[in-house]
């Protein structure tokens, strides 16, 4: 069984985390939509990463996950946050990531990985820098380990 990572967007800060996640051994990306639904029950990690919009995730991922089926999710998902590193938006999308997760009998861990993403404004310029994407890309290792 493989390892997983469902990005909520195309392009952007969790994006480029996302694909050097993917670019590990026996890591698949893809990229989910609120219409997407697929058998998760075969894979042995799950990661779901989004960036954190007025505190809450991606609409891709809450809509993807009320429609997955009960029998084709996971027993557990981590979670990988890019933010702006403003006040506690971070924590309180992983809440409803877990809230989400929780109606359809998924186990979140609840030790999630965020890094900062890049802002308009002076503030993260650069981020995810390279220090960063090698720590995601470790974070995710331990978790085959």
Same mark, same amino acid.
């Given at each position: ?10 392009? #952007? ?5 996302? &694909?050097?996640? /993917? #670019?590990?051994? +026996? ?6 939509? $609120?219409?997407?639904? *697929? &058998? ?6 799950? !990661? !779901? ?5 007025? +505190? ?8 993807? !996950? ?8 996971? %027993?557990?998902?981590?979670?990988? !946050?890019?933010?702006? #590193?403003?006040?506690?938006? &971070? %924590?309180? /999308? ?12 998924? /186990?979140?861990?609840? &030790? ?7 802002? *308009? #404004?002076?503030?993260?310029? $650069? ?19």
């Amino acid at each position: 069984m493989d390892n997983l990572i469902l990005c909520s967007k195309e392009t #952007g800060n969790t994006r480029r985390i996302c &694909d050097a996640i /993917a #670019g590990l051994a +026996g890591w698949e990306s893809r990229k989910i939509s $609120g219409n997407d639904v *697929f &058998d998760l029950s075969g894979y042995n990690t799950v !990661i !779901i990463g989004t960036g954190v919009y007025g +505190g809450l995730p991606h609409k891709n991922i809450t809509a993807f !996950i009320r429609k997955q089926e009960k029998s084709q999710v996971p %027993r557990e998902v981590h979670v990988l !946050i890019t933010w702006l #590193g403003r006040g506690k938006s &971070d %924590r309180s /999308a992983f809440r409803h990531i877990q809230k989400e997760c929780l109606l359809k009998g998924i /186990a979140v861990s609840p &030790d999630y990985a965020k890094f900062l993403g890049h802002s *308009f #404004g002076v503030l993260h310029v $650069g981020h995810p820098d390279e220090q960063e994407i090698s720590k995601a890309k470790a974070w995710a290792q331990s978790l085959c380990d």
